[in-house]
């Protein structure tokens, strides 16, 4: 296991348990202790975790993991679910991606779309996030607005003042949110309120508004609440959804297309 697969395994360990000792992730991982007690080390320099005696726990009350450390989980699911939100796009029109781990899967559908190949532009997307920008830059087909606004860490994601600016001068014809939680009675949610508030922004923009969220996510709140379900018209999820779930969501009047 390469020092990446170990240090995203451990971190993902000790958001589900809160405490994680040396002998018990070497166990789990199959490495020896010293290998575990130097991950541990590397990782308090980087405040990604706080070191204990024997162990190590999640750094803050609010631990929230860095995107670059989420990339693989549930990635099948996530990938079906970008293909089957990119097919929702139509060739010309001007998308907002917010920034996550399901939206950087929705860009990546969409670059590798035979129909967006050629225009002027294929498509116009506003994002928020540095990582999806980067990525879509080197596509000269589509055109590519960045908000502006101070770098969030933990989501690539650009917020604050600087980013409203920009996106009260523009219109969407949809746009496509990643979220920590969606629940039909509470909403969309993120962790951070000036994320959220980003969000927000792009939702009012837009004709259409477009949930890109797995099912382990689905009938979960979160601290930042983006907007309520009446603003979503359309959910795309994976296939593992309950149907009781997919009943609170129409209810609500949001599409759901399981995937």
């Known amino acids: 296991m390469s020092r990446d697969a170990r240090w995203k395994a451990l971190l993902e360990l000790l958001v589900e348990r809160g405490r994680l000792e040396v002998e018990e992730a070497a166990t789990e991982l199959a490495v020896s202790a010293a290998t575990i007690r130097r991950d541990f080390d590397q990782l308090a320099e980087q405040q990604m975790l706080v070191r204990t005696r024997g162990g190590a726990v999640v750094h803050g009350v609010s631990y929230e993991l860095p995107l670059r450390y989420k990339t693989a989980r549930r990635a099948s699911e996530k990938q079906r679910i970008?293909?089957?939100?990119?097919?929702?796009?139509?060739?010309?029109?001007?998308?907002?991606l917010t920034g996550g781990t399901t939206t950087t899967e929705v860009a990546r559908a969409l670059a590798v779309r035979g129909d967006l190949a050629t225009g002027s532009p294929a498509l116009t997307v506003v994002t928020n996030a540095l990582n999806i920008a980067n990525e879509l830059a080197v596509r000269p087909q589509f055109k590519i607005v960045v908000t502006g606004g101070v770098a969030r860490a933990q989501s690539y994601e650009l917020?604050?003042?600087?980013?409203?600016?920009?996106?009260?001068?523009?219109?969407?014809?949809?746009a496509v949110l990643g979220v920590v939680g969606f629940d039909a009675e509470h909403g969309a949610a993120a962790h951070d309120e000036a994320e959220a508030a980003i969000n927000r922004l792009l939702c009012e923009r837009a004709e259409r508004v477009v949930v890109a969220a797995d099912s382990s996510k689905l009938g979960r709140r979160a601290f930042a609440r983006i907007c309520g379900a009446e603003l979503v018209d359309t959910?795309?999820?994976?296939?593992?959804?309950?149907?009781?779930?997919?009943?609170?969501?129409?209810?609500?009047?949001?599409?759901?297309?399981a995937v």
């Open 82 to 96: 970008a293909k089957a939100v990119a097919e929702l796009v139509a060739p010309g029109e001007a998308v907002g």
């Open 159 to 174: 917020i604050g003042p600087l980013a409203d600016g920009v996106l009260s001068q523009i219109t969407l014809d949809v």
């Open 235 to 257: 959910l795309v999820t994976d296939a593992a959804v309950s149907q009781e779930t997919v009943r609170r969501f129409e209810e609500a009047g949001v599409r759901v297309l």
